[in-house]
Structure formats: C-alpha cells, structure tokens
Nanobody
Framework: QVQLVESGGGLVQAGESLMLSCAPSRSGFSINAGNWYRQAPGKQRELVATITRGGATTYADSVKGRFTISKDNSKNTLYLLMNSLEAEDTAVYSC??????????????WGQGTQVTVSS
C-alpha cells in the first residue's frame, strides 16, 4: 500500500521560511497533480495551493505572494515553500496528490500531516 510521506514542518519565528516536502512511500509512483491543505485548531480545512499536471498553480488569497507550490518530477516530490510566515499560518499541513504508476492512474492519496507553528 502506498502512502504520501511529508516532511519539513516545525517551529519558526514570524517572518521566517519553511519548505514542506511530500513524496510517495514506494518507488515507481509519481505525482501527477497535487494540493496542499491546512487545518488550524477550531477551523475548517483550507485549500492552500494547487499544482496541475502541467505545472499551473493556484493559491488561496491568504498565502498568495508568500507560498510557492512546485513538483520535481525527477524526484517524484511535491513541495510547498512558505516565506514570510505569520502566526496565522500555524496549522497542520497535509499534501494530497493523484499518483501514477507506470503510466496508470492509481488514485488520490493524502499525507499524514505535518505541524507548522509560527511564533510571533
């Protein structure tokens, strides 16, 4: 069974940066399109950023200009670069992606979530 494995969360000061990564747990699987979501305590899950198979990106208004979603097809990895972090960015961040194996779509998968805490 394949999973998405995330890394890169942590505790930072306001104004600092973090890079989140997300990759399939088994080799051979590649990421087609992907998303990053976040959920803060007491709030609904929010779609933060999306990248299509062709590389087109969209962002929530709250992170536009500060966050960058990207994917490295050679490493089969999805990234979220977060700059100028604010206390309001504190949340559990989860990746979500459509995976492909040997050219065949294998479905949509979620990562386990990684905590990002920004102190002001």
């Amino acid at each position: 069974q394949v999973q998405l494995v995330e890394s890169g969360g942590g505790l930072v000061q306001a104004g600092e940066s973090l890079m989140l990564s997300c990759a399939p747990s088994r080799s051979g699987f590649s990421i087609n399109a992907g998303n990053w979501y976040r959920q803060a305590p007491g709030k609904q899950r929010e779609l933060v950023a999306t990248i299509t198979r062709g590389g087109a990106t969209t962002y929530a208004d709250s992170v536009k200009g500060r966050f960058t979603i990207s994917k490295d097809n050679s490493k089969n990895t999805l990234y979220l670069l977060m700059n100028s972090l604010e206390a309001e960015d504190t949340a559990v961040y989860s990746c979500n992606a459509d995976l492909v194996l040997l050219g065949k779509p294998m479905g949509n998968y979620w990562g386990q979530g990684t905590q990002v805490t920004v102190s002001s």
